[in-house]
């Protein structure tokens, strides 16, 4: 069982990659990360970024530590993206995600992911304009896995989302996305299921399991994201806490029983801004004990 960290908690906090590097690899013994663009802005000037960039590859390198995707956080996932109600801010996103593929590549990524956008309230209640922004995605997707490939990534992955305006959000949405896009990608695309996003149970009901997500999906999910959660929102918290639900152990069983045992999960917790340093640094040793305790079996605290 792969398990990892995504690095949303070291944004404003453990910025530098020497000290999230460190962090990572001695305080939490993980050899397996998620690099998020919170920490380096695609959108920054060529120079700086291919940089900072060279200076995250090599604290990984030096570190031991293996870089497997980079993804987007909480910065893009404030815009409407690829699904944005105007032309503009719709070539805006696609030019964003092409900078994104550079950086995966330039930090030693063999991915590049997130939510891909979601809806205005008028497109999303207006069938014939829904329609046409369901087109739009799918044809931007095509685009992006071509720029990807020639950035070098492997694939792409897509990040499902509780939000009924952000596409995909439901398991046979998701199904036919990649159906759709079948012959026209120029890498693979690949779903990216969080769990506390397919538990949602305002969106998909009290008697939501991951089972459905698991087995409804199958070999098209190319990563996880862990969290704790109580169900009714999109919680990511760490453990130990008490608000908190989510079985790991039962998780890591469905997801042998599925067959996926061989696909990444990344505990992926973010923390409030104003908490103190030291908190967020006792939760996230925490949570990884448990994960790698719980969900990969490791004999750990």
């Given at each position: 069982m792969e398990f990892g960290v995504n690095l949303s908690f070291a944004i404003k906090r453990w910025v530098e990659p020497d000290a999230w590097a460190e962090l990572v690899s001695r305080k939490l013994g993980v050899r397996l990360v998620q690099f998020t663009y919170d920490l380096l802005d695609p959108w920054w000037p060529?120079?700086?970024?291919?940089?900072?960039?060279?200076?995250?590859?090599?604290?990984?390198?030096?570190?031991?530590?293996?870089?497997?995707?980079?993804?987007?956080?909480?910065?893009?996932?404030?815009?409407?993206?690829?699904?944005?109600?105007?032309?503009?801010?719709r070539s805006a996103s696609r030019e964003w995600w092409k900078r994104a593929f550079d950086v995966a590549a330039s930090v030693g990524a063999k991915a590049s992911g997130g939510p891909l956008g979601g809806m205005s309230v008028a497109d999303a209640a207006d069938p014939k304009r829904s329609a046409q922004r369901y087109s739009d995605l799918l044809e931007a997707v095509a685009e992006l896995t071509l720029a990807a490939k020639q950035a070098g990534l492997e694939r792409i992955q897509?990040?499902?989302?509780?939000?009924?305006?952000?596409?995909?959000?439901?398991?046979?949405?998701?199904?036919?996305?990649?159906?759709?896009?079948?012959?026209?990608?120029?890498?693979?695309v690949k779903l990216l299921v969080d769990v506390g996003h397919a538990l949602y149970q305002p969106l998909y009901g009290p008697n939501a399991r991951m089972p459905e997500w698991l087995n409804g999906l199958g070999r098209s999910i190319g990563a996880f994201h862990l969290q704790n959660t109580d169900f009714q929102s999109d919680s990511h918290w760490g453990w130990p806490d008490k608000r908190g639900l989510f079985d790991v152990l039962n998780f890591a069983a469905e997801v042998r029983a599925a067959g996926l045992e061989d696909v990444p999960a990344f505990l992926e917790i973010i923390y409030p801004f104003e908490v103190s340093d030291e908190f967020v640094l006792n939760s996230i040793t925490s949570s990884v004990i448990h994960c790698r305790r719980e969900y990969a079996g490791e004999p750990v605290g």
């Open positions: 060529d120079s700086s970024r291919n940089t900072m960039a060279a200076r995250v590859r090599r604290a990984a390198e030096e570190w031991g530590i293996e870089i497997e995707s980079a993804f987007s956080g909480l910065a893009n996932y404030c815009f409407d993206g690829l699904l944005h109600p105007e032309a503009e801010g897509v990040e499902c989302t509780p939000l009924a305006r952000e596409l995909p959000h439901t398991v046979e949405q998701s199904k036919r996305f990649l159906a759709d896009l079948e012959t026209s990608c120029a890498v693979p």
